[in-house]
């Protein structure tokens, strides 16, 4: 595709890297070392396929004119399940993609070379690459927001699985008939260790023990079926006791869950990013104790360290970007 | 060490595969098309570490004597957590090894060529070598005896996670506050989709409903505590109702684990080794029915194919003889 980028000089050049969210396409020009010279945006029209395309071409234009110089070409990261070789969006939860031939649809829009992949694979890379989880050998990124995504880096390649799925570890299941699923099952686990999981324990409390959550309440003029994780977060920020406990217990799920991938991959480290990662300690504490008491073989083996993500909001533009990088420079984009 | 080896020629000359088990010191010469030419045996001595190693040397040296020609070294798996260097045995359930140099110690006695490491990741590789999983990107392997062990191979290459000990997925939690493990947690998957998971349901059932088991318990002369996994099997073998309803819970809570490890992992192949996989359908039909309604994502991706291992009980020295060649052929053996 044109323009046309040198394969040696691609990792030496700046690239493009495009995040698509349910409700904006934000994008950055990015340099090598992970840092971001200029940023665009434009609202996700989620229902319609081209208008969502659309949105794409416009904010790559605008931060290509605006730079003017050589780009190596356009990383993408979107909330959906891609398959294997990052060409098809299989399905995704806000936008209007089923069986969508994204990579083709976009490339032949951009003309530019494209890496076109999951948000929380792209944001795992960049924290291999520039953040917490650098230099890992086997890094597990696991995004804490609505629900619980996920990305891992082994041996210095993003893992996606045999059919490009892999890390959806939100939907083990770690409750036999416990609570319902968007994807259909009981018991996932982020219905346990979330923001939504956050504000179902709270509103789950206020309805039970309306007294005992009287100054969560007080923040929805007491309607318990309003209070959201965002409330419990503004809450616990504030020191309110049982808002502090309801952060705990969805670290103790975090941490229980860290355990059992500890079982399966035995990571090294453990990078938690996300929305929900911002309250830190409130959260990573509770999920550190938990991993302890948890770890099957403790004693006779070291876990992974759990830390926070460093890159915040931007980790999934800044990885696609350095993702783009790559395939030129290995031919593959 | 020596007697040395060409780098070059290593791929095609034959290799000792040893597999030590509880009872047992197993091992074979190994051609490289996974061909087993001679084979010979010791009781495990497992309470102390140097008779152990008299025992694996004393099979080395029997085995080498007969073959004669030459050998490309010594491949060694067991039962029991390495680092992830393979040097050093971090915990052995069934042996005395406890933080046990153990590749130094055999390769001070043994002076040939090593490869040392878990025997459930040695019949992993040779199920992808030589077995179901030939060729597969991204291939689990579940073995299934009193607990479950396991191995993957991801690209290639077998993943032993950053310390060494991945594939212990027998130790996710599958039910909160479920059954007591012998790893000190409670409700881990082996618990429930395993060989004693089997005689620990049997039992149950037979001293809550002697009635309805009336016909497994005349296998033990009305003890109830006395039913293992095996009077199961032999029971359902022979049609016994009962019997194969329980195989099909212990395959239930097998495709259940399939499902999670699918979320986390997205594998190709799901191979099912050991002593209960040679119960075949018995088994497998039920986890694939429930793989089948419980896979995240259903509907959008494919999962994994679920597939008796073809290799059996000899997978272990098999692969652990391919590891070695290996190991030499890389100059890290």
Known sequence: MSPSVDQTAALDLPALGIDIGGTKVAGGVVLPDGTITDTARRATPGKSVSATEDAIAAVVEEL???????????GVGAAGWFDRTGDTVLFSPHLAWRNQPLRKDLGTRLQRPLWVGNDADAAAWAEYRYGAARGSDLALV?????????????????????????????????????????CGNRGCWEQYASGNALGQTAREVANSSPAAAASLLERVEGQADRLTGEHVATAAAAGDPLALELLAEVGTWLG??????????????????GGVSVLGEMVLGPARARLE?????????????????????????????????RAVAEGVA
């Open 293 to 325: 008491r948890a770890l099957p073989g403790r004693g006779f083996r070291p876990g992974p360290q759990v830390l926070a993500a460093e890159l915040g909001a931007q980790a999934g533009l800044v990885g696609a970007a350095d993702l783009v990088r």
């Open 142 to 182: 696991i995004t804490l927001g609505t629900g619980i995504g996920g990305g891992m880096v082994i041996d210095g390649r993003l893992q996606r699985g045999a059919h490009g799925v892999a890390g959806e570890w939100g939907h083990m299941r770690v409750v036999p008939d416990g609570r319902l699923c968007a």
């Open 256 to 273: 229980q869950g860290i355990a059992d991938l500890s079982a399966v991959l035995d990571p090294g480290v453990v990078v938690i990013g």
């Open 64 to 74: 290509a004119d605006r730079h003017g110089g050589p780009l190596v070409g356009v």
